[in-house]
């Protein structure tokens, strides 16, 4: 399966457990991979036989800047679920959202989930 890849897309958001992370915000990374048969596409150079990255970098940035959640791994399903929904050529979604600089003591480059989500 061919893949488009749309990585280290930064956004600022609040998403988080404490109270500070939803007062202050912080930088969030995201980066998804969109399993897709491009064929048609390179055969035809054709933008309606793939996938407009440009909206979806739009569509990642409305949820990550948009309403908080809690946990990562919530903001992570929404953008997995909002790419399948609007893009039906897309078979499989793969997130990788990254919080650079979570409020944990120690030393770290990053927290992060991955998840991969199939069409049904």
């Not at 979806?56 to 800047?65: A, D, F, G, H, Q």
């Not at 791994?73 to 909002?82: D, G, I, L």
């Not at 979570?102 to 992060?112: E, F, K, L, N």
């Amino acid at each position: 399966m061919d893949r488009i890849h749309i990585t280290d897309m930064e956004f600022y958001g609040y998403h988080g457990v404490l109270p500070e992370e939803t007062k202050l915000g912080q930088r969030f990374r995201l980066s998804v991979s969109l399993s897709i048969d491009l064929r048609q596409a390179g055969e035809t150079d054709d933008l309606e036989k793939t996938v407009h990255y440009g909206e979806v970098y739009n569509l990642c940035r409305s949820i990550v800047e948009g309403e908080p959640k809690k946990l990562i791994e919530a903001v992570a399903e929404k953008v997995a679920a909002a790419i399948l929904e609007n893009y039906f050529i897309v078979r499989s979604v793969q997130v990788h959202f990254e919080k650079p600089d979570p409020p944990i003591p120690g030393h770290y480059r990053s927290v992060a989930v991955d998840i991969t989500r199939d069409r049904p």
